[in-house]
């Protein structure tokens, strides 16, 4: 019955994402306007970002405060790679290279969070969350020293040294320049519902499991021969790995981009998100991400206090999300929503 | 019933000095302690601990609060590293190894104060007792391939019938934090039995549990010996479990052994009741003038 609900609860959340993608496909031929037009992929960008992120926090509970250096290290990755195979390939399908472009922005960030991992996830709690905060940047700074241009079809790349042949498309901190923009909606939302599987089909299997007993409590899982670093550094792979797809869709989508898109704000944004949605709530998520993301422009008059109504929404969600009563009772109008403590208790 | 399976069993002396079971003298002890000790700072919490079990021994381990019980557990576990001694599992020097890896040996044990996954299911717990014996690897799990299928479907009965063994299939689905008190601690051991462990410590298992729920209990302990054919370890304040069940009793006061011997060696070991039964009793006896 358990079982049931938790299959029942995952295609409601598979639903409420398919049908936001068939009233948008409709609207979107019926008098959407261009400003929101143009939010609809920064939106599945962000919604996958968040996910991801959920999956550190809310399902792994380590706090991470650097997600947006692996969307920087997806970007980068997925911008050069399409604008490379289109140069090296203007027959390819369109659709063919965003995708090489997303895989290939997941793997590189995936082989980054493999490293970055091995010595943050020795850290714990709050250690952990500055270590991340400072490996978001550090990553940031690292992508300015980096150089690539195009010859033709050959594609060139250096470290720290930009007199390299070629047209340049990738100039350290000044960033990317054209980008073919090949990101379109359908694939925003593919993106998302790739996520969403990845990330509960993980939940709901033997290693989400040890995932879950490991943030829940550390010494009872290592007692039933559960290998804490490992189950960690797979949530914090995975995680990496879908920021780098979403962060690959994100670059994809614009003429341009530079480093400074994906500093600490950025970061923490993605984290408003989350907690918003509730910690360890994929569904929530992907409902909170959207609506915070179009809340300034449903605010439109408004925008400049975009960042007020963020932090005061932010307190109101940790005063009243924390109060058991509140809890009880959002607990009793959303049946499917399972309560998760976000750290082991006391003792350990 | 509980009573007369443990005097049949005669102990008989192993070379190093202790004692096993008759039946198991024949055989490989499971676990061998040779002067086993740690420090805290200058606090010896244990010192110079040494126990031979054999491989279907109801072992006990008894004393005051404080005397360095739970200790020897971490100790076993490797939670904590040994300052001193040695631990054999089978033969096998535990002193190079972690707690995972230990485990992975066989020795599982409960907690004094019960560390369960509360927000998860009982029948969660025990799957995640089940993680080694079951393995299904991430990609099957996140691409659903037959291997997931078939190793849920494999850890769902494995855990049934686990969870059969204290009648509690019927809890399967509610979650471990809202079950009472004497319930979390048997799904701790079902938890525990769920490794498939050679070695089963049971940290206070009887702690909370009522008069009735105990003498189950006892029962239990002994068939999960029987049917699993396991040696058991335990800390117990109860010495009606202790006495009942166990067949070699070691009592520690100050991280020391003061005594060993069979239930009737050490209830009438005046050393003991001097560092310990009589304190318990008299213990009971002013509960119970409270009471009246
Ligand atoms: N990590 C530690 N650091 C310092 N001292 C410790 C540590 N763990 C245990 N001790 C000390 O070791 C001694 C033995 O503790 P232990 O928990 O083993 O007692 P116990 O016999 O299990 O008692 P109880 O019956 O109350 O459970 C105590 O004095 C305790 O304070
Ligand atoms: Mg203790």
């Known amino acids: ?348 | 019933m509980s009573e007369r399976k443990r005097t049949e069993t005669r102990m008989v002396p192993y070379p190093s000095g202790s004692f096993v079971p008759e039946r198991d003298l024949g055989a490989q002890p499971v676990l061998e302690c040779s002067h086993l000790g740690i420090e805290f700072g200058g606090l010896k919490a244990v010192e110079d601990f040494n126990i031979v079990m054999g491989p279907t021994e109801i072992g006990g381990l008894i004393g005051p609060n404080g005397a360095g019980k739970t200790t020897i557990f971490n100790l076993l576990t490797k939670v904590y590293q040994p300052t001193h001694g040695s631990i054999l599992l089978q033969g096998r020097d535990l002193n190079p190894l972690t707690t995972v890896e230990v485990n992975r040996l066989g020795i599982a044990r409960t907690f004094q104060n019960i560390r369960l996954f509360t927000n998860m299911t009982v029948e969660e717990n025990v799957r995640i007792g089940l993680h080694n014996q079951i393995p299904c690897g991430m990609f099957s799990g996140i691409l659903r391939l037959p291997a997931y299928f078939s190793a849920e479907k494999k850890q769902h009965e494995k855990a049934m019938e686990l969870l059969s063994i204290f009648d509690m299939t019927g809890l399967a689905d509610v979650k471990a934090g809202s079950l009472p008190y004497g319930a979390q601690r048997r799904l701790e051991i079902v938890r525990a039995l769920a490794t498939a462990p050679k070695l089963l410590l049971l940290d206070e298992p009887a702690a909370g549990m009522n008069p009735h729920e105990t003498e189950e209990l006892m029962e239990n302990i002994i068939r999960i010996r029987d049917q699993f054919r396991i040696a058991i370890l335990l800390i117990e304040h109860d010495m009606k479990l202790v006495m009942g069940i166990c067949e070699d009793i070691c009592v520690l006061n100050f991280g020391r052994i003061i005594a060993k011997g069979t239930p009737e060696q050490i209830q009438n070991n005046p050393v003991v009741i001097e560092a310990y039964l009589g304190k318990q009793r008299s213990e009971a006896g002013a509960e119970k003038e409270e009471k009246a």
Request: include cysteine.
């Open chain 1, 1 to 348: 019955m358990k079982r049931n609900s938790k299959f029942v609860s995952n295609l409601i959340t598979y639903g409420i994402v398919i049908a936001a993608w068939l009233i948008c496909s409709f609207w979107m031929g019926n008098g959407m306007s261009s400003s929101l037009k143009a939010m609809l992929v920064p939106i599945c960008c962000y919604v996958v970002l968040a996910i991801s992120l959920n999956l550190t926090v809310g399902i792994s509970g380590e706090l991470s405060l650097g997600h947006a250096g692996f969307m920087a290290i997806g970007a980068f990755t997925g911008a050069i790679l399409s604008t490379w195979i289109i140069a090296a390939f203007p027959e390819m399908n369109k659709d063919l290279v965003l995708t090489l472009a997303v895989v290939g922005g997941g793997v590189t960030t995936m082989i980054a969070g493999a490293l970055i991992g091995i010595p943050v996830l020795r850290l714990r709690g709050d250690y952990l969350a500055i270590v991340t905060l400072a490996f978001g940047e550090i990553i940031r700074n690292i992508l300015n020293m980096f150089y690539f241009s195009l010859d033709g079809s050959r594609l060139f790349g250096s470290f720290g040294n930009p007199n390299i042949p070629g047209k340049m498309i990738y100039n350290g901190a000044m960033g990317i320049k054209g980008v073919k923009m090949l990101a379109h909606f359908n694939a925003g939302v593919l993106l998302i519902l790739f996520a969403l599987a990845v990330v509960l089909n993980l939940i709901n299997s033997r290693s989400g499991r040890a995932i879950m007993a490991t943030r829940d409590n550390r010494i009872a899982a290592e007692s039933v021969g559960i290998n804490i670093t490992k189950y960690k550094m797979m949530a914090f792979v995975t995680s990496a790995a879908l920021a780098g797809m979403a962060g690959a869709l994100y670059a994809n989508n614009f003429y341009s981009i530079q480093s400074s898109k994906f500093n600490v704000d950025t970061s923490i944004q993605i984290l408003v998100f989350v907690v918003m949605g509730g910690i360890g709530n994929m569904r929530g998520t992907v409902i909170a991400t959207t609506l915070l993301y179009l809340l300034p422009e449903l605010l439109r008059d408004f925008s400049q206090y975009r960042m007020l109504i963020y932090a005061i929404m932010l307190i109101l969600v940790m005063v009243l999300g924390n109060n058991p009563l509140l809890r009880n009772l959002w607990m009793n109008i959303n049946p499917f929503r399972k309560p998760l403590k976000r750290r082991a208790k006391a003792d350990e």
